[in-house]
């Protein structure tokens, strides 16, 4: 057992065989609960003697996934109102060690997911040479739900929180507090591209790894009030902080799930303003999209994964019966003229139905335009594409969504993983992407030339064998969205 020293107390963790020491479940700000609910993040409290860092605390309040999704994307609930916790894995738990230090932001649409799960075990990182830590933050309606009287974007609000937390304590643990990368997928890569314009949180992290998701996603103040008025509506209270304040978690979470699936079905821009496009009635909420500029003062590398959609369309059995007619609309939805587009994307793919020529535009809309968008915003930045094609579900699930989680923490044999991973995922892909990400936090190189707007260089991992810089991939369809938000 091995001792650290927080400001809030001394804390003790484990050390594995191998040489590396976690500390589960730290507190870094006091339950957001009772007279803390929809608040913005309190300290923590003190505590004497030695806390016990062997195990993770709860978990922030959310509904499972629902089925297909919930055997594919790794996530679990711990009960308990101590759910702004933090945990770190260190290979020098010592101050002095002056290590790189990684801290991780999951994913899960802002209303799933924690930072708990063994899918996101920081051992790789720290095996290599970087203190790793991951983190649980607010999410649906406590997090990210406008109320009047109550700070917007709470979730965010923790983020920063813990990032404060780990600038005041992490030299305990043999990290640099000024050598710190922020990294994280889909929710958590979009919280970053919001933090990349918020001053609260200038200053506290050096670089960032945004993984499927950058400055996009958001929704306008106005939308976000007819989405609280709905969730109200739905419970039968008023939109205020006390009325949510006394609705049981047992019913708030099922509402939430609910108002989603609303969102889905009658996607009327109308009634739901952004959250139509974004199918997330629960994410932060800004008066426009902001890119954060060359003087942002954070190293950036972006990227996604080529075939994203698909895991939204394969298990659900989508992919093979969505209709011309949906594609024409949604298409027109994300704002390209159908006539002009589809015919540049059928050229790429002359054999694809209406189904998979969604997944290529809903991709690019939610994914790799606003990655390429960012990294024109920021010069120097790094880019990549994540192009391996998974074997589940006979090969039709591709380079999906989430796929290169597993790769980029080094877990391929984590049970977790598997229904997305199939059969004999490459373990030299994972050192491949896995040793990428530790070189960019470690010397803000992830290993090839950076994007600029002339060759637009992305490096995509495909073969396991031999990751390819190449120049501006489906340069045509990139085209196609100048102009469209």
Same mark, same amino acid.
């Given at each position: 057992?091995?001792?650290?020293?927080?400001?809030?107390?001394?804390?003790?963790?484990?050390?594995?065989?191998?040489?590396?020491?976690? $500390?589960?479940?730290?507190?870094?700000?006091?339950?957001?609960?009772?007279?803390?609910?929809?608040?913005?993040?309190?300290?923590?409290?003190?505590? !004497?003697?030695?806390?016990?860092?062997?195990?993770?605390?709860?978990?922030?309040?959310?509904?499972?996934?629902?089925?297909?999704?919930?055997?594919?994307?790794?996530?679990?609930?711990?009960?308990?109102?101590?759910?702004?916790?933090?945990?770190?894995?260190?290979?020098?738990?010592?101050?002095?060690?002056?290590?790189?230090? &990684?801290?991780? =932001?999951?994913?899960?649409?802002?209303?799933?997911? @924690?930072?708990?799960?063994? /899918?996101?075990?920081?051992?790789?990182? %720290?095996?290599?040479?970087?203190?790793?830590?991951?983190?649980?933050?607010?999410?649906?309606?406590?997090? $990210?739900?406008?109320?009047?009287?109550?700070?917007?974007?709470?979730?965010?609000?923790?983020?920063?929180?813990?990032?404060?937390?780990?600038?005041?304590?992490?030299? @305990?643990?043999?990290?640099?507090?000024?050598?710190?990368?922020? $990294?994280?997928? @889909?929710?958590? /890569?979009?919280?970053?591209?919001?933090?990349?314009?918020?001053?609260?949180?200038?200053?506290?992290?050096?670089?960032?790894?945004?993984?499927?998701?950058?400055?996009?996603?958001?929704?306008?103040?106005? @939308?976000?009030?007819?989405?609280?008025?709905?969730?109200?509506?739905?419970?039968?209270?008023?939109?205020?902080?006390?009325?949510?304040?006394?609705?049981?978690?047992?019913?708030?979470?099922?509402?939430?799930?609910?108002?989603?699936?609303?969102?889905?079905?009658?996607?009327?821009?109308?009634?739901?303003?952004?959250?139509?496009?974004?199918? &997330?009635?629960?994410?932060?909420?800004?008066?426009? =999209?902001? =890119?954060?500029?060359?003087?942002?003062?954070?190293?950036?590398?972006?990227?996604?994964?080529?075939?994203?959609?698909?895991?939204?369309?394969?298990?659900?059995?989508?992919?093979?019966?969505?209709?011309?007619?949906?594609?024409?609309? &949604?298409?027109?939805?994300?704002? =390209?003229?159908?006539? /002009?587009?589809?015919?540049?994307?059928?050229?790429?793919?002359?054999?694809?139905?209406?189904?998979?020529?969604?997944?290529?535009? /809903?991709?690019?809309?939610?994914?790799?335009? !606003?990655?390429?968008?960012?990294?024109?915003?920021?010069?120097?930045?790094?880019?990549?594409?994540? %192009?391996?094609?998974?074997?589940?579900?006979?090969?039709?699930?591709?380079?999906?969504?989430?796929?290169?989680? !597993?790769?980029?923490?080094?877990?391929?044999?984590?049970?977790?993983?598997?229904?997305?991973?199939? %059969?004999?995922?490459?373990?030299?892909?994972?050192?491949?992407?896995?040793?990428?990400?530790?070189?960019?936090?470690?010397?803000?190189?992830?290993?090839?030339?950076?994007?600029?707007?002339?060759?637009?260089?992305? &490096?995509? $991992?495909?073969?396991?064998?031999?990751?390819?810089?190449?120049?501006?991939?489906?340069?045509?369809?990139?085209?196609?969205?100048?102009?469209?938000?």
């Amino acid at each position: 057992m091995t001792v650290c020293r927080t400001r809030q107390g001394e804390v003790r963790g484990r050390t594995s065989p191998d040489g590396v020491t976690s $500390f589960l479940g730290i507190p870094y700000a006091a339950p957001p609960f009772g007279a803390r609910r929809f608040r913005e993040p309190a300290p923590p409290e003190p505590w !004497p003697g030695v806390r016990e860092a062997t195990s993770h605390g709860p978990t922030a309040p959310h509904a499972p996934y629902a089925p297909p999704f919930d055997a594919l994307i790794p996530d679990q609930a711990v009960p308990g109102e101590d759910c702004l916790n933090l945990s770190v894995w260190t290979p020098a738990p010592a101050p002095g060690a002056g290590l790189p230090v &990684m801290v991780w =932001l999951h994913g899960g649409a802002f209303t799933h997911g @924690s930072g708990s799960v063994s /899918a996101y075990d920081g051992t790789a990182f %720290a095996r290599d040479g970087v203190v790793c830590v991951t983190l649980n933050y607010r999410l649906g309606a406590d997090g $990210f739900l406008r109320l009047p009287g109550r700070p917007d974007n709470r979730g965010l609000l923790d983020q920063i929180a813990a990032l404060r937390w780990v600038r005041d304590n992490i030299a @305990s643990f043999g990290g640099d507090p000024d050598r710190v990368t922020l $990294f994280g997928e @889909s929710a958590g /890569a979009m919280s970053i591209g919001a933090l990349l314009t918020t001053g609260a949180a200038r200053g506290l992290f050096r670089r960032a790894i945004l993984q499927s998701g950058a400055c996009h996603h958001f929704l306008r103040p106005a @939308s976000a009030e007819r989405i609280a008025a709905r969730l109200a509506e739905k419970l039968g209270v008023e939109a205020t902080p006390k009325a949510f304040e006394h609705v049981p978690l047992e019913e708030l979470l099922p509402a939430q799930a609910e108002l989603r699936a609303e969102v889905g079905a009658d996607p009327d821009p109308a009634r739901w303003g952004e959250a139509v496009l974004n199918m &997330m009635p629960f994410e932060p909420v800004l008066p426009g =999209l902001a =890119l954060p500029g060359p003087d942002c003062g954070v190293d950036l590398l972006i990227g996604g994964n080529r075939e994203e959609y698909r895991l939204f369309l394969v298990p659900t059995e989508r992919l093979h019966v969505f209709p011309e007619s949906s594609l024409r609309a &949604m298409t027109a939805a994300y704002g =390209l003229d159908p006539d /002009a587009a589809l015919p540049v994307y059928r050229a790429a793919r002359p054999d694809a139905g209406p189904g998979e020529l969604l997944d290529a535009v /809903a991709t690019d809309w939610f994914y790799r335009i !606003p990655a390429v968008r960012l990294a024109e915003s920021v010069p120097g930045s790094y880019l990549y594409e994540f %192009a391996w094609r998974s074997p589940a579900f006979d090969g039709a699930l591709g380079a999906c969504h989430a796929l290169e989680l !597993p790769f980029v923490f080094d877990r391929l044999h984590d049970p977790a993983y598997a229904a997305m991973l199939g %059969a004999g995922p490459p373990q030299a892909l994972a050192d491949a992407v896995h040793g990428a990400w530790v070189s960019f936090a470690t010397t803000g190189s992830p290993g090839w030339k950076a994007y600029d707007t002339e060759t637009r260089t992305t &490096m995509t $991992f495909g073969d396991a064998a031999a990751p390819t810089p190449v120049a501006d991939p489906r340069a045509r369809e990139r085209l196609l969205w100048e102009g469209v938000r």
